[in-house]
């Protein structure tokens, strides 16, 4: 079948670096994308990995391996503001498939 | 830069009735997908819609049903529905084939009572 893994949750202090892993199993895996989303909001776009490598766009990075099926996102400098739930997602030959979440708590 | 948008924001509905959500894609956006998420869940992918044609589709019944207008605008119908259907109803968008980098709408919230 088809699938997406990561983490339920993960705990991080306020100024250090948190990474989410994702491993997928996807036929026809065209890349990998995340998406932010705060409670009671919709999902925002963050990144997306087509290509094996690291994508950098501020304080968020995304990193991509096709050969082990496996992708991570990376936050530095955390803030408050980035305690939400964190998605990967991925696309298909026929669908797109969501991870369920993984949920990210920050403690000052 | 008009974002994407649904509507209604909130829907009650009762068992076996039929509902219609709506969508408007971001600016420039040809591509509209549709998701269902219930609560503490990852979005659902229910179908995609391209050049007014269900281009993907998730493992969701026909009771789920959709359309696409020439100005890329969308619908989705649910039939027959059930107290299980109650979630949040998201609507995104994209350009072309860029499946992996969508624009999310603020959802319909329907329940089914």
């Known amino acids: 079948g088809q699938s997406l893994e990561q983490p339920s949750e993960v705990t991080a202090v306020e100024g250090a670096i948190v990474q989410i892993n994702c491993t997928y199993q996807t036929s026809g895996f065209y890349g990998l994308s995340w998406y932010q989303q705060h409670d009671g909001g919709a999902p925002t776009f963050l990144s997306y990995?087509?290509?094996?490598g690291l994508e950098e766009t501020g304080r968020f990075s995304s990193f991509l391996s096709r050969s082990d099926s496996y992708g991570y996102l990376l936050l530095q400098e955390l803030q408050m503001k980035d305690s939400a739930s964190y998605f990967c997602a991925g696309a298909g030959d026929d669908k797109i498939i969501f991870g369920k979440g993984t949920r990210l708590h920050i403690l000052p | 830069d008009a974002g994407v948008t649904q509507s209604p924001t909130h829907l009650i509905k009762t068992r076996g009735q039929q509902v219609t959500l709506r969508c408007s894609p971001k600016s420039g956006h040809d591509t509209v997908s549709w998701y269902q998420q219930a609560l503490g869940q990852g979005p659902q992918f229910i179908f995609q819609y391209y050049e007014e044609e269900e281009r993907q589709r998730g493992n969701f019944p026909d009771r789920f049903s959709g359309h696409q207008f020439p100005n890329y605008s969308s619908e989705l119908n649910v039939n027959a529905l059930l107290l299980g259907d109650s979630a949040l109803y998201l609507c995104?968008?994209?350009?072309?084939?860029?499946?992996?980098?969508?624009?999310f709408g603020p959802g319909t919230r329907l329940t089914v009572t």
């Open positions: 995104a968008s994209s350009l072309g084939g860029r499946q992996g980098e969508q624009y």
């Open positions: 990995n087509a290509l094996d």
